[in-house]
Nanobody, 132 residues
Framework: QVQLVESGGGRVQPGGSLRLSCAAS????????IAWFRQAPGKEREGVSC????????FYGGSVKGRFTISRDNTKKTVTLQMNNLQPEDTAVYYC?????????????????????????WGKGTLVIVSS
C-alpha cells in the first residue's frame, strides 16, 4: 500500500525550530520527487519545498527560503524538512506528497509549487503552531 506519513509537528515559539519527517512506504522513494505543502486555516494549500530524485535539486517557496531545508534519504525512505526561525505565519498543517504526473522524478522550477494536480499519495498532515 502506497503511503506517506508526516510527523514532527508541534507547538514552538517564534524563532524556534522543528524537524518534520515524511516516511514513505509501498513504493520506491528514489523514483519520485517529493514536495512539502502547507495549509493554514482559511487559506489555500501552499508549496513549501520540493526535492527531486537523482540529483536532489531543491526548490523553496519564497516565504521559507533561507529558513527551511529539505533533504531526502532514499535508503531510510524519508524526506525531512528542517524548519528554523519559525514565525507565526508558518502556522499550518504540513503535508508531503509525491509527484505522480509528468516527469515524476523532477521538480520543475516554474510549476512545482502551483500544480497540485501533479501530486498524489498525500499524507494526512502534521500540525505546526508557532505562537508565544
Amino acid at each position: 500500500q502506497v503511503q506517506l506519513v508526516e510527523s514532527g509537528g508541534g507547538r514552538v515559539q517564534p524563532g524556534g525550530s522543528l524537524r518534520l519527517s515524511c516516511a514513505a512506504s509501498g513504493f520506491t522513494l528514489d523514483d519520485y520527487a517529493i514536495a512539502w505543502f502547507r495549509q493554514a486555516p482559511g487559506k489555500e494549500r501552499e508549496g513549501v519545498s520540493c526535492i527531486s530524485s537523482g540529483d536532489g535539486t531543491r526548490f523553496y517557496g519564497g516565504s521559507v527560503k533561507g529558513r527551511f531545508t529539505i533533504s531526502r534519504d532514499n535508503t531510510k525512505k524519508t524526506v525531512t524538512l528542517q524548519m528554523n526561525n519559525l514565525q507565526p505565519e508558518d502556522t499550518a498543517v504540513y503535508y508531503c506528497a509525491r509527484k505522480v504526473q509528468g516527469q515524476r522524478t523532477y521538480c520543475y522550477p516554474s510549476t512545482w509549487y502551483r500544480q497540485l494536480s501533479d501530486y498524489g499519495s498525500w499524507g494526512k498532515g502534521t500540525l505546526v503552531i508557532v505562537s508565544s
